[in-house]
């Protein structure tokens, strides 16, 4: 259930877009940007929150990439990916866009999500967060029905929910170190 888009014009967005890539803004204005762009939901604050990865700021960029996840908008596809792929851009950065990938949840993605998992070279980081979001968008594509649930917080978890109710089990899934 994704949160009702705000109504923001064109101009207004070309705004909060350009506030991203400007250097006298402090980051809590940038964020809080990037959230306002997030409520507007449209392809155009998409293209501007795309503007923020011009940062020198790994924070804004992980953020961004968090944000154009929960938006779940598949428009925001190609960016992620560029971010992904990018073997110069910051681990943590690289691992927010495959999650974001994950949560957007359009098959589209799994091919280059395979190739970076199956890509032993990649950090550890970005390996773990490719394979959840291989298995976030399989099991998406398996059980549509999971989406028309309602979330309780907005957001789009990086990981299918647990098959199982049972509370030891999950423990034990919990726990185990494989």
């Given amino acids: 259930m994704a949160a009702q888009q705000a109504q923001v014009s064109p101009e207004t967005i070309v705004k909060l877009g350009s506030v991203l ?14 959230f306002l762009l997030k409520q507007a939901g449209t392809k155009e ?8 990865f011009q940062s020198p700021s790994v924070l804004l960029k992980h953020e961004i990439a968090y944000v154009m996840g929960q938006m779940m908008n598949p428009y925001a596809i190609p960016y992620l990916i560029k971010l992904l792929e990018d073997r110069d851009e910051d681990t943590i950065v690289r691992h ?7 949560a957007i949840g359009d098959p589209s993605a799994l091919e280059v999500l ?11 980081e970005v390996l773990e967060t490719c394979e959840l979001a291989i298995d ?18 907005l957001s789009k978890d990086p990981a299918p929910p647990a098959e199982s109710r049972d509370i030891p089990a999950l423990r034990t899934t919990l726990l185990d170190k494989q």
């Fill in 96 to 102: 927010e866009a495959g999650e974001a990938l994950g």
């Fill in 21 to 34: 890539i400007d250097p006298q803004q402090s980051i809590p204005t940038k964020m809080r940007t990037v």
């Fill in 136 to 153: 976030s968008i399989e099991h998406q594509t398996a059980h549509p029905e999971d989406a028309e649930k309602p979330k309780a917080y």
């Fill in 114 to 124: 395979k190739t970076q998992f199956a890509d032993k070279s990649n950090c550890r």
């Fill in 45 to 52: 604050a998409i293209d501007s929150l795309n503007q923020g």
